[in-house]
């Protein structure tokens, strides 16, 4: 009699997984009974934005609930494409779960449009289109197109500063005014204030603001700078730098005084490598860009042309944690490899970018190519 109960249960049991087995086969799957559609903004809808609205809303995007054959949760994508294009590459505008709006940012759909190919101060036309889905896969997209204009403005970084390189045989250029010639790194609370601690040879050196250009120029002598700002002023004097070796030099453009110093470099330590992290950059938190060693100076690093997102980042060496250096302001400044540094915060845009592991010295030059 026990043994009869046992086959039993066992075949019940059997017959059990069997039946949940063949649900889950022939479950239904969800099927979409109503389609969502752009409610707002409508076809002809014109947006013509202004940088200093960045932060407003441009608009409060809605659409119809789309619906199922089973009541579920869905959620909704707003997409933004090119007119006439595929939506195969569109920009996701907003994600929502069950809610039928969302207010888009002028900054929002300004960069929309720049990354979709609108150029600043011109008209461009762009459709919007709802995608909807639900857990089990079911996808919706809407049938009827939203196709807007929208005036972007150029989303460029603010960045009203001068830079000023070295120029002279002491250098790494020579006396050639546009070849690869040392930038100065800025101090991150005196925009006039310049500094640049590194190699130089037995020789000497001026600066210059633009590349390719004499003028404008500084030179100087006993700690007095001397400016040259037309073909018509006198050649000033030259930096003298009698024997090769590290030294710190300063300026400042606004008191027109000058410091040129022995460094002493020998304890410094030499990297391998020295490359950017973080959220702004290209491999995020995940890795490290690497920067390119100048083969005049070893302690001098610089990265080319570099798209980098809105977010924040560190310098890194040998692409380990053991030394990172981190600050608190954009652009330029003086970064610390002390534990618990700050990210240097960054604002989206390309960018060409410059430092110096003896000081920590930082340079980060928006709005390139």
Known sequence: MKKISKFLIAFVSVLTVACNADD??????????????VVSPKTGDAFVLLEE?????????SWSSAEYSAAVAVDYTVLMDKQGGDFTAPITLATTKNVLSTSVSVKQLNQSAIDLGGKPDEVSSFDIMIRSKVASGGIQESTKIATITVTPYSGRVDYNFEEWYLVGDATVSGWDNNKGNQILFRSATDPKEYKFTGYFKAGA???IRD????IPMYGGKNGSLVYRGSDADADPVSFEIATSGYYTFTMNIETLKYTLVPYIATA???YTTIGIIGSSTPKGWDGSTAMVQSTFDKHIWSLGITSLKEGELKFRANDSWDVAWGATTAFSGMSSNAAGSANIPVAKSKYVIYFNDLDGSYLMIPNQG
């Open 53 to 61: 609205d960045a932060s407003k809303e441009a608009a409060m995007f």
């Open 211 to 214: 590349l390719g250009n004499w």
């Open 268 to 270: 410094a330590p030499a």
């Open 205 to 207: 050196f001026k600066t």
């Open 24 to 37: 889950v086969d022939n479950r239904p799957v969800l099927s979409g009974t109503a389609i969502p559609e």
